[in-house]
């Protein structure tokens, strides 16, 4: 199977500030890797995902970097706002079968 | 529709009583999953559904738990005999195919909070 891990599980940053969120997956055969994104009482929503063939991908304030060697790949926010207080889920997924497998999950907590 | 909608929003039940969760996903969709998210915790891979194949039942935690997918649409989750350890809320997600292509994006509906007394 696949097994992800997520750190750190709690994070408190100010506002302006960059925070950054890590994940490692086991199998090398994962080649997907999404980052969702759950505010309080709702579903997880996808904030930016990338593939094995990249090695960063940037979506405005959010950026995603892999590292196919290591096997991590990192979430970083900049210029923190309030707003991104959430519950952060990074994820990896095979070619082949059709299961996603999550990270447990990160709580930041953007102070103003 | 234009999101993954899930009904109820929320339920309270006793011990011992069944439920049924409902959830209607993005219109075109052909996989649809269930998770578990117990408080605090991380999603829990419950079922999936492709198509006319037969369901992934790989993550139901017991026999109190089944899932059906009526005319590759409508999905609902039934857990029977419902245990205080089934409070949790439940997550539907559906993408337009399974498996990695280009379209596996998933969408997630906003949960069923179930709690049990």
């Known amino acids: 199977g696949e097994n992800v891990e997520q750190h750190p599980s709690t994070l408190s940053v100010q506002e302006g500030d960059s925070a950054v969120i890590k994940c490692t997956y086991s199998?090398?055969?994962?080649?997907?890797f999404p980052w969702y994104k759950q505010e309080l009482g709702k579903g997880p929503q996808l904030i930016i995902d990338?593939?094995?063939?990249?090695g960063e991908k940037k979506d405005q304030r959010i950026a995603v970097t892999l590292n196919k060697t290591a096997k991590h790949f990192s979430l970083h926010i900049t210029e923190t706002q309030p707003e991104d207080s959430a519950v952060y889920f990074c994820?990896?997924?095979?070619?082949?079968?059709?299961?996603?497998?999550f990270g447990t999950g990160t709580s930041l907590t953007v102070i103003p | 529709g234009a999101g993954v909608s899930q009904s109820p929003s929320n339920k309270v039940t006793e011990k011992g009583k069944d439920v049924e969760l409902r959830c209607d996903p993005i219109?075109?969709?052909?996989?649809l999953y269930w998770y578990r998210q117990s408080l605090g915790q991380g999603l829990e891979f419950l079922i999936y559904?492709?198509?006319?194949?037969?369901?992934?039942k790989s993550g139901l935690p017991s026999d109190r738990f089944s899932a059906e997918r009526t005319g590759g649409s409508v999905s609902t989750l039934t857990i029977q005999r419902t245990q205080q350890e089934d409070s949790a809320v439940y997550l539907c997600?559906?993408?337009?195919?399974?498996?990695?292509?280009?379209?596996?994006?998933?969408?997630f509906g906003a949960g069923s909070r179930l709690t049990v007394l």
């Open positions: 997600a559906s993408s337009l195919a399974g498996g990695i292509s280009g379209a596996n994006v998933l969408t």
């Open positions: 199998d090398s055969a994962s080649n997907y």
């Open positions: 990338i593939r094995s063939n990249v």
């Open positions: 994820a990896a997924s095979k070619p082949t079968g059709n299961q996603f497998y």
């Open positions: 219109s075109g969709h052909t996989a």
């Open positions: 559904f492709q198509g006319n194949s037969a369901p992934d």
